[in-house]
Every structure is written in structure tokens, then in C-alpha cells.
């Protein structure tokens, strides 16, 4: 089956940095790479996806890069805030819909004020 | 989007014992999932269920710990059989909408074994 592994565990960076998540999977037929962040107690939310035929994709501070070939993943986050603290997982799936998901370990990101 | 149901919320059991978990969703959808978190740690899919037919179980999941009904095209339960203290986990049902959608997850069920 799939296997989707993540780094960092944790990450703390400055207000205004940027923060950069890695992610890389096994199975070549996956095609689905969405991003969640989940706050504690709470459900995990989409806040970015992108499919394979897409290298890299864009919504105002997150941006996500894919690279098939090497078979990597990676979210951005520019200008943080101390709102996006949160464990933010990466995931991976071979579906036509968007689930029957392989979710990494998770990323702790801490942005200090 | 989906507005998605999951009943009891939290819940703290006797070891032995067995706990269904409930899961509606706003809207017919052809597949459910079901995922485990355990405390401090990932989503881990336990099972995808269609309505008409047995559930799909990943490996390290069986049928007799975690049996699962799809009675019709909103509703699946996930049951937790003859629990144990490891079995402890938030378990959260999913669902989407089918191609170029996004995966939606109901709030979650906090079990607690004792």
C-alpha cells in the first residue's frame, strides 16, 4: 500500500517567516495530494490540494509544489501568523474522488509572535 | 460542501464492551470511509463502506473488531467490538463528492477504554 512519510515533526518559525512542509510517497499511481491542517479538538481541514497533472498550485499565502518524478510534495507557507499554529498533515491517495486517503505523520507548526 | 453527523461525540467505555459509532451526511454519497486517530498521532483509514455491499478493510483491520454498516446512501455506523485500552482513539467518518472534489470529515468520536 501507500506510504506517505512527512517532515519535520515539529517547526517553529517567526511571525512573517515562511514555513516549509515535505512530503514524500511510495505508490507511483497516486494522484491526489491534499493538505489539512487540524487545530487541536477539531476536525482536519482542507486548505490545499493538487492533482497530478498540476506541478505547483497557489491560493494567497499557501502554495503547494509537486514533483512526480521524485515522487515529493511540498507545502509553503509564507508570511505566517500566529493563526496558522496547527498540526498540518500531508496525504496521498490513488482514488478518482478524494478520499481512501494515506495521511503522513503530521507536522506541529508553532509561529512565535 | 457536506454537513456530516458523527454521533456520540465522546464516550468512555468498559474494556469487553462494544460501541457503535453513527455517521449521516447531508447528501447521498457512494462511498464512506472511516479512519482511526490515535492520541498525538495521524489519520489512519480503517475501512471504506459502500451502500449494497461489505466494507473495504485496510490492512491491520479486520471485520470482526470493527464491523461496519452501509444501510442506505447517507448513513454508516462503525462498530468497536470487545474494546480494549489500545483501541482509545478519536475515529472520524469521511466523504466526498466523487472526482476533483475534496474529502470531508465529520467532528470526530473521542473513545476513551478503561
Known amino acids: 500500500g501507500e506510504n506517505v512519510e512527512q517532515h519535520p515533526s515539529t517547526l517553529s518559525v517567526q511571525e512573517g517567516d515562511s514555513a516549509v512542509i515535505k512530503c514524500t510517497y511510495s505508490?507511483?499511481?497516486?494522484?491526489?495530494f491534499p493538505w489539512y491542517k487540524q487545530e487541536l479538538g477539531k476536525r482536519p481541514q482542507l486548505i490545499i490540494d493538487i492533482r497530478s497533472n498540476v506541478g505547483e498550485k497557489k491560493d494567497q499565502r499557501i502554495a503547494v509544489t509537486l514533483n512526480k518524478t521524485a515522487k515529493h510534495f511540498s507545502l509553503h507557507i509564507t508570511e505566517t501568523q500566529p493563526e496558522d499554529s496547527a498540526v498540518y498533515f500531508c496525504a496521498a491517495s490513488t482514488a478518482t474522488g478524494a478520499n481512501n486517503l494515506f495521511f503522513g505523520t503530521g507536522t506541529r507548526l508553532t509561529v512565535i509572535p | 460542501s457536506a454537513v456530516i453527523s458523527q454521533k456520540p461525540s465522546r464516550d468512555i467505555c468498559q474494556r469487553g464492551t462494544s460501541l457503535t459509532i453513527q455517521c449521516q451526511v447531508d447528501s447521498q454519497v457512494t462511498m464512506m470511509f472511516w479512519y482511526r486517530q490515535q492520541p498525538g498521532q495521524s489519520l489512519t483509514l480503517i475501512a471504506t463502506a459502500n451502500q449494497g455491499s461489505e466494507a473495504t478493510y485496510e490492512s491491520g483491520f479486520v471485520i470482526d473488531k470493527f464491523p461496519i454498516s452501509r444501510p442506505n446512501l447517507t448513513f454508516s455506523t462503525l462498530t468497536v467490538s470487545n474494546m480494549s485500552p489500545e483501541d482509545s482513539s478519536i475515529y472520524l467518518c469521511?466523504?466526498?463528492?466523487?472526482?476533483?472534489?475534496?474529502?470531508?470529515f465529520g467532528q470526530g468520536t473521542r473513545l476513551t477504554v478503561v
Open positions: 505508490d507511483s499511481a497516486s494522484n491526489y
Open positions: 469521511s466523504v466526498d463528492r466523487g472526482k476533483n472534489t475534496e474529502a470531508f
